[in-house]
């Protein structure tokens, strides 16, 4: 054997747990400094099992009760690894780390097709938690099917994926009906059309990180992105203004819904999952302290006026720590059991699907609400809950607030970015920017909805006298007479 060919194999640990805060073991191929990995079948709950430098095949040490099965089962997968290198070495004079893993996994699990495949990563994603990533690659999973029929295909093989099959895949997709609406004339958006060849993409190029499709084959080498410009509706000063002096019926539901919009609007923008799992432990003294659920990011920020305004039509003596602020979640539900960010990561795959379904249920109730506000107010533009994100963004630009600072405040991808070339904005300064951005409301505040108010109070005072006996009505109303003579 030449040097430099050498063949070398390990096993080793992730060092980040998987969902369910164990860590996988993986056999470490090495050739010619590239590495590719083969997923085992045995896990560890804690790292200090693993010795990475074992004797005799003693990967696993005593304190984990399970040490000699798994370490046998590891002998017998790295041994089996070994084995079919050795068969496809027998064959071919050079191999890769990369065609060493992609044996394994034929020989291992040898019909597997690249529709399979992308059916195993969806299903990934949703044991994993990741409900917004797997109903978008369900839709591009399900209309690959529909292609399959349309093109009379059993199947789509990694050696199907050419750059004809690529324009065959966007021209159907460009005849295809927009499912989500009921005119079925209707075709897809050009953009959501790239989206569906964004995400084929990104698969095709997993598989080729797997080892399934070589590098040289890559179909998309000629393929051109272009998505186009959409206008993001973005309300006016006067139109929030016109929104916040609504006089709606307190405890309907419109009213709950103006109250979450106006609070995400003044609140950066806050993405509608994320608002309607605010708990009252997100509120810590003076300040609003969550967790975003896109990026992981910790979101603190000030009370201001009107947000405080909003938060004491929610407070109630009966209010406890765990509980919802906004109630269109269920305080009940299994969901609701897992407070923590670390909680709900750890929460099982159906009880996440179940959040994420109420979460997506509420959000269309809720923008079928705007549409009822956008016409109370008599405002000309079709409002949804982004639309509270795009209006904060125009409310700063405004104000002449720096771009770097909007970024900052709207936590966009690219702030690790920002923050690598100006470095990290402090608190006290993103906070003047919020209260400066939202200071043109002052006055309005000032003589928010008092009919309004006046009207919650009437039942709220209707819904306690509801509960009292005719003696304790009795004693209340000498005890407000005594008041007035005092």
Known sequence: MTA?????????????????????????????????????????????????????????????????????????????????HSDMAYNKEYLTA????????????????FFEFTKGFTENLRNGGQYNYYKI?????????????????????FEDLTPKFIDDFYSYLKGASNKLVKDKKRKLHDNTIMNHMKRLRTLTYKAINLGYLDSSKDPFRN?????????????????????????????????????CFLFSLFYAGIRIGDLLQLR???IVGDRLIYVMSKNGKVQDLPIIAITAKILD????????????????????????????????????????????????SKNALINKEL????????????????????????????????SMMMKELLAHSSLKTTEGYMGQFDTVAQDDAL???FKPFDQILGDENKEERMEREKIEVKNLLSTMTDEQKELLLSLLNEGKQN
Not at 226 to 246: D, M, R
Not at 335 to 356: C, G, H, N, W
Request: proline fraction near 3%.
């Open 4 to 84: 430099g060919t050498h063949t070398t194999f390990a096993i080793i640990a992730n060092n980040k747990p998987n969902r369910f805060g164990k860590y996988t073991l993986f056999i470490r191929i090495t050739k010619n400094k590239k590495k590719s990995y083969v997923k085992s079948s045995v896990e560890v709950s804690d790292l200090k099992h693993f010795n990475k430098r074992p004797r005799n095949d003693n990967w696993i040490r005593q304190s984990d009760p399970e040490s000699a099965i798994k370490n046998e089962t590891l002998a017998k997968e790295l041994a089996g690894v070994k084995k079919i």
């Open 98 to 113: 990369s065609e060493i893993k992609r044996g394994v996994e034929d020989q291992t699990n040898p019909d597997k097709s």
């Open 137 to 157: 690659f369900l839709s591009l999973q399900n209309r690959l099917e529909d292609f399959m029929k349309k093109q009379k295909m059993n199947d789509i093989e």
């Open 223 to 259: 393929f051109k992105f272009s998505w186009k410009e959409t206008t993001k509706e973005k309300l006016e000063f006067e139109e929030i203004v016109k929104i916040i002096q609504l006089h709606l019926e307190p405890g309907t539901v419109v009213w709950h819904v103006r109250n």
């Open 280 to 282: 009252w432990r997100n």
């Open 313 to 360: 039509l929610y407070k109630k003596k009966e209010s406890k720590i765990d509980d919802y602020i906004f109630p269109f979640l269920d305080n009940r539900s299994s969901y609701s059991k897992a407070v923590t960010q670390k909680e709900k990561e750890t929460m099982s795959p159906d009880i996440k699907e179940k959040l994420y379904q109420q979460i997506s």
């Open 371 to 402: 549409k009822t506000i956008e016409k109370l107010a008599e405002i000309d533009k079709h409002i949804s809950f982004h639309v509270s994100r795009h209006s904060f963004a125009k409310l700063g630009r405004d104000q002449n607030t720096p």
């Open 435 to 437: 209260r400066n951005i």
